[in-house]
């Protein structure tokens, strides 16, 4: 099994309706990260939650919300989506004691909004 | 605020060749600096990173980056390019050690012809 697990891999839906990718991790890693991945514009942070009780919004959390529903969960959501919410999501851990900037990711979410 | 640029959009090489992979960084202190690699259809994987001291870093698969401070650098090398290493290659920097906010610059298409 893989380490960070993303469901799910690909997912079409259509503008407004609520979206929800979830995230588990076995590593065991306190901080977990959602990153959205364009063409040519690289990795983006949409939120991020160094434990349970600690969220924080990236550069691009307007549209989304997160849910860190224990340790190894968690989710991202679109409220509402809209087309140009037609990404790649990752989803991404790394231990705060051993350094925060090696990440782990996830294999990734394809999401189209039409 | 920090930032990186990899002006290379795509890069093709022919197995066996040597492969230099450019990364800028704008940071005003010592960054802490990373590549990672993007296989089809994978989440990113952490080839090497540098923190402090030698300035030529080792990685995995082969790979080692060095840090040019005065050219405000870090580019990624190989020797000898292998069929196995198409994929996007990322740089990212990050101010601290521990931070949250790892900047990734827009990614490198490396194709290898036969």
């Known amino acids: 099994d893989a380490d960070v697990t993303q469901t799910p891999r690909n997912r079409i839906t259509k503008t407004g309706k609520r979206i929800m990718l979830e995230c588990s991790q076995t590593?065991?890693?306190?901080?977990m990260y959602w990153y959205r991945q364009d063409p040519g514009l690289g990795l983006r942070l949409i939120y991020y939650s160094f434990d349970v009780k600690d969220i924080n919004k990236g550069e691009i959390s307007d549209g989304y919300s997160v849910s860190r529903q224990a340790q190894a969960k968690f989710s991202l959501s679109l409220e509402s989506a809209i087309p140009n919410q037609t990404a790649l999501y990752f989803c991404?851990?790394?231990?705060?004691?051993?350094?925060?900037?090696?990440?782990?990711f996830g294999a990734g979410s394809r999401l189209t909004v039409l | 605020a920090q930032s990186v640029t990899q002006p290379d959009i795509h890069i093709t090489v022919s197995e066996g060749a040597s492969l230099e992979l450019r990364c800028n960084y704008s940071y005003g202190a010592t960054p802490y600096l990373f590549w990672y690699v993007q296989s089809p259809g994978q989440g990113l994987q952490l080839l090497l990173k540098y923190f402090s001291g030698d300035t030529l870093v080792q990685g995995i698969k082969g790979f080692e980056a060095e840090f040019k401070r005065s050219q405000s650098s870090f580019n990624l090398r190989k020797p000898s390019v292998h069929w196995s290493d198409a994929a996007e290659y990322f740089c990212a920097v990050a101010r601290s050690y521990n931070t949250d906010k790892l900047i990734f610059g827009t990614g490198t298409r490396l194709q290898v012809f036969p």
């Open positions: 991404a851990t790394s231990d705060g004691r051993a350094g925060a900037n090696v990440l782990t």
């Open positions: 590593k065991g890693h306190d901080r």
